[in-house]
């Protein structure tokens, strides 16, 4: 994927991507490190649509959401050979039971018989994580399990 | 009452004033420096408030506040910055310097000021507003917008051309000869390129020399750096702001960014006195003689700047919309425009009716400018739509 990286003399610097659908989404990092996400308009293609200020954890969070889908999809596509596991995702929310506690605390192997093979953080993929692996808002895990166990799973991570 | 205690309470006077003026700025939406003007206007000789004995402070306060907007204008861009600026856009920066200069030296002359106020208003007329631009810029959320880098580096031409300006007019205003401007130029360019140079290969090492941990030391260092520059640049006929400039640019990174932090207070507090002192020192009743000139004057460079964002903004395939914002943005003069008349009006080498003029045309750019471009897509639109209409009239 070809990224456009433009200087801001003064401002900045702004990083975006050209869309399929011929849309430029990306963000303009301020000197100050203030970042926003851009998203250019449909009629006028040079002017942005929405420039919207995001904080660092706001665009870490987001960073995860994009990223996840593409995980789980490559870990869906490992597992077809094995019917009946399944792959998904649950985000620990900012205000979770769970912000703050370990993944030993969730107690998801115990309950739902459910692996969480991965934890993504600030866009980042922490793989295999131990019990004592500390949760915090924004944190997506990804799990894997039967349909029936990641429901389960699904009630532990919403009721938190 | 003691000279003293007077001499503080007018201060005093004059703060509050101006940030109330400040406030009413931020209440309506513009930038302060036309208000400030105002203010100084106000206060000033022939104003409705004669202050005295304050000559030889706000002379120094004024002389710190173009320091210090240089230093915070060097800060801001990096050599790299500069340098790749240039590359992309010296053909529309040379239109916009003939484009723009043009106007204000021709007004100058006709009105038979001599040629050295046609200097100055060239000057005057040339240089847009970065502090009010990047400001309009930001608050309109057109930093994703695609014409932005183009503005931009429009204005990095122009800060630059400031740093081969400031040097040549200050020669010219101490009457030294034609030999010796021309002199000039040549050691301005040697010293500016000497400056890219060294900060291109050896900025972090001027970086590290001022930085320090400790705030109170690092805010000493800097500002105390940038007078010694400016005025060793002074002596050497540079320009004492252009040296301030030059140091700015030398340092880069994470410094340069600090530095801004904790200049940027003491920044607007001295620029603050120095537009005031400007409007101080024009006698209010000069403004109107001159008034009509100074509107035919904002008219010719509203349209001679828009030309320019239009054109350069198409060269690099902008649409229609994005030329008129390109346009529009660059019509905002401010600062600079001040800060070029107020090294004229201190010489004493040009025509008492310059800082009226330049007074009153700032008043305008600096109000008109940033409204131009908040309008510049409505009336686009209306345009357009206005255009369709009788079309489908006709064939009716």
Same mark, same amino acid.
């Given at each position: 994927?070809?990224?456009?990286?433009?200087?801001?003399?003064? *401002?900045?610097?702004? $990083?975006e *991507?050209t869309?399929?659908? #011929?849309?430029?989404? #990306?963000?303009v990092?301020?000197?100050?490190?203030?970042?926003?996400?851009?998203?250019?308009?449909?009629?006028?293609?040079?002017?942005?649509?929405?420039?919207?200020?995001?904080?660092?954890d706001?665009?870490?969070?987001?960073?995860? +959401?994009?990223?996840?889908?593409? +995980?789980?999809?490559?870990?869906?596509?490992?597992?077809?050979?094995?019917?009946?596991?399944?792959?998904?995702q649950? +985000?620990?929310?900012?205000?979770?039971?769970?912000?703050?506690?370990?993944?030993?605390?969730?107690?998801?192997?115990? $309950?739902?018989?459910?692996?969480?093979?991965?934890?993504?953080?600030a866009?980042?993929?922490?793989?295999?994580p131990?019990?004592?692996?500390g949760?915090?808002?924004?944190?997506?895990?990804?799990?894997?399990?039967?349909?029936?166990?990641?429901?389960?799973?699904a009630?532990?991570?919403?009721?938190? | 009452? =003691?000279h003293?205690?007077?001499?503080?309470?007018?201060?005093?006077?004059?703060?509050?004033?101006?940030?109330?003026?400040?406030?009413l700025?931020?209440?309506i939406?513009?930038s302060?420096?036309?208000?400030?003007?105002?203010?100084?206007?106000?206060?000033?000789?022939?104003?409705? &408030?004669?202050?005295?004995?304050?000559?030889?402070?706000?002379?120094?306060?004024?002389?710190?506040?173009?320091v210090?907007?240089?230093?915070?204008?060097?800060?801001?861009? =990096?050599?790299?910055?500069?340098?790749?600026?240039?590359?992309?856009?010296?053909?529309?920066?040379?239109?916009?310097?003939?484009l723009?200069?043009?106007?204000?030296?021709?007004?100058?002359?006709a009105?038979?000021w001599?040629?050295?106020?046609?200097?100055?208003m060239?000057?005057?007329?040339? &240089?847009s =507003?970065?502090?009010? &631009?990047?400001?309009?810029?930001t608050?309109?959320?057109?930093?994703?917008?695609?014409?932005?880098?183009?503005?931009?580096?429009?204005?990095v031409?122009?800060?630059?051309?400031?740093?081969?300006?400031?040097?040549?007019?200050?020669?010219?205003?101490?009457?030294?000869?034609?030999?010796?401007?021309?002199?000039?130029?040549?050691i301005s360019?040697?010293v500016?390129?000497?400056?890219?140079v060294?900060?291109?290969?050896?900025?972090?090492?001027?970086?590290?020399?001022?930085?320090?941990?400790?705030?109170?030391v690092?805010?000493l260092t800097? %500002?105390?750096a940038?007078?010694?520059?400016?005025?060793?640049?002074?002596?050497l006929?540079?320009?004492?702001?252009?040296?301030?400039?030059?140091?700015?640019?030398?340092? =880069?990174?994470?410094?340069?960014?600090?530095?801004?932090?904790?200049?940027?207070?003491?920044?607007?507090l001295?620029?603050?006195?120095?537009?005031?002192?400007?409007?101080?020192?024009?006698?209010?009743?000069? &403004?109107?003689?001159?008034?009509?000139?100074?509107?035919?004057?904002?008219?010719?460079?509203?349209?001679?700047?828009?030309?320019?964002?239009?054109?350069?903004?198409?060269?690099?395939?902008?649409g229609?919309?994005?030329r008129?914002?390109?346009?529009?943005?660059?019509?905002a003069?401010?600062?600079?425009?001040i800060v070029i008349?107020?090294?004229?009006v201190?010489?004493?080498?040009?025509?008492?009716?310059l800082?009226a003029?330049?007074?009153a045309y700032?008043?305008?750019?600096?109000?008109?400018?940033?409204?131009l471009?908040?309008?510049?897509?409505?009336?686009?639109?209306? %345009?357009?739509?206005?255009s369709?209409v009788?079309?489908?009239?006709?064939?009716?």
């Amino acid at each position: 994927m070809n990224v456009d990286e433009t200087p801001l003399p003064g *401002i900045g610097v702004r $990083k975006e *991507i050209t869309t399929a659908s #011929g849309r430029r989404i #990306g963000i303009v990092t301020q000197r100050d490190g203030q970042t926003e996400l851009i998203v250019s308009r449909q009629d006028d293609p040079d002017a942005a649509m929405a420039s919207i200020p995001l904080t660092v954890d706001e665009a870490a969070t987001l960073g995860n +959401l994009l990223g996840a889908p593409r +995980l789980v999809a490559q870990l869906t596509d490992e597992h077809r050979d094995l019917p009946g596991v399944n792959t998904r995702q649950f +985000l620990i929310e900012t205000d979770s039971r769970f912000d703050g506690l370990t993944l030993g605390d969730t107690e998801m192997r115990t $309950k739902t018989g459910v692996s969480l093979v991965a934890i993504i953080r600030a866009g980042k993929v922490l793989p295999s994580p131990t019990p004592d692996f500390g949760l915090t808002g924004g944190d997506l895990l990804v799990a894997v399990g039967t349909s029936k166990g990641l429901d389960a799973a699904a009630n532990i991570i919403q009721q938190g | 009452m =003691s000279h003293t205690a007077l001499i503080l309470m007018e201060l005093g006077a004059i703060f509050v004033s101006l940030a109330l003026l400040g406030r009413l700025a931020g209440k309506i939406g513009i930038s302060p420096i036309p208000l400030y003007l105002v203010g100084g206007l106000f206060f000033g000789h022939g104003g409705v &408030i004669d202050f005295t004995g304050l000559e030889n402070f706000t002379r120094i306060t004024s002389e710190i506040g173009v320091v210090l907007l240089l230093l915070l204008l060097g800060l801001e861009y =990096s050599a790299k910055e500069l340098v790749n600026g240039l590359r992309q856009s010296w053909f529309a920066g040379l239109l916009d310097l003939v484009l723009n200069f043009s106007p204000g030296a021709v007004m100058a002359w006709a009105l038979g000021w001599g040629p050295i106020a046609a200097l100055v208003m060239g000057g005057v007329t040339y &240089i847009s =507003s970065s502090g009010i &631009i990047a400001k309009v810029l930001t608050d309109l959320g057109r930093l994703g917008n695609r014409e932005t880098p183009v503005i931009l580096s429009l204005l990095v031409f122009e800060d630059l051309a400031m740093a081969v300006y400031l040097p040549v007019l200050t020669t010219v205003l101490a009457g030294f000869s034609f030999a010796t401007g021309a002199q000039t130029v040549g050691i301005s360019l040697l010293v500016v390129t000497l400056v890219l140079v060294i900060a291109l290969k050896y900025g972090r090492a001027v970086s590290t020399i001022v930085d320090s941990d400790d705030q109170e030391v690092f805010l000493l260092t800097v %500002l105390g750096a940038a007078l010694l520059v400016a005025g060793v640049a002074s002596t050497l006929q540079v320009s004492a702001a252009v040296g301030a400039f030059l140091l700015g640019i030398a340092i =880069s990174g994470s410094t340069a960014t600090n530095a801004t932090r904790i200049l940027e207070p003491l920044r607007d507090l001295f620029a603050a006195m120095f537009f005031a002192v400007f409007g101080l020192n024009t006698d209010p009743s000069t &403004i109107p003689p001159v008034l009509g000139w100074a509107v035919v004057l904002a008219l010719v460079t509203t349209v001679t700047k828009i030309a320019v964002g239009w054109w350069a903004a198409k060269n690099q395939g902008i649409g229609v919309p994005g030329r008129a914002r390109a346009g529009t943005s660059l019509v905002a003069r401010g600062e600079f425009s001040i800060v070029i008349a107020g090294l004229a009006v201190a010489s004493g080498a040009v025509e008492p009716e310059l800082a009226a003029m330049a007074t009153a045309y700032v008043l305008l750019m600096g109000i008109f400018g940033p409204v131009l471009t908040r309008l510049a897509e409505p009336a686009l639109r209306l %345009l357009q739509r206005k255009s369709a209409v009788p079309a489908g009239g006709r064939a009716r």
